[in-house]
């Protein structure tokens, strides 16, 4: 059974930081793609940023310079750390992971206050 499990979410002022992390099971962890999601009230949802098995990132335009996704194998476990947070940063984000088949964490509420 294949379980994502994301925490670190919380309410944070503008310009402030927070840090999420995503801990697998059920999965090989280092053949996986993982990515980050979110999704604003009313809004669909959108890739924010992911790292391929081999170290690779790709970040949502909306995001880049301000959040750095990484990876840690031996933990089964990415991360996604939030710098200079925004209000239009805030949203639900989801923990996602893709080798074949792609899935879904139950996600984590972030919000930023102005």
């Known amino acids: 059974q294949v379980q994502l499990v994301e925490s670190g979410g919380g309410l944070v002022q503008a310009g402030g930081s927070l840090s999420l992390s995503c801990t697998a099971s059920?999965?090989?962890?280092?053949?996986?793609?993982m990515g980050w999601d979110r999704q604003a009230p009313g809004k669909p949802r959108e890739r924010v940023a992911y790292?391929?098995?081999?170290?690779?990132?790709e970040y949502a335009n909306s995001v880049k310079g301000r959040f750095t996704i990484s990876r840690d194998n031996a933990k089964k476990t990415v991360y996604l750390r939030m710098n200079s947070l925004k209000p239009e940063d805030t949203g639900v984000y989801y923990c996602?992971?893709?080798?074949?088949?792609?899935?879904w964490g139950q996600g984590t509420q972030v919000t930023v206050s102005s």
């Open positions: 059920g999965i090989i962890f280092s053949l996986n793609t």
């Open positions: 790292i391929s098995s081999s170290g690779n990132t």
């Open positions: 996602s992971s893709a080798f074949g088949r792609q899935y």
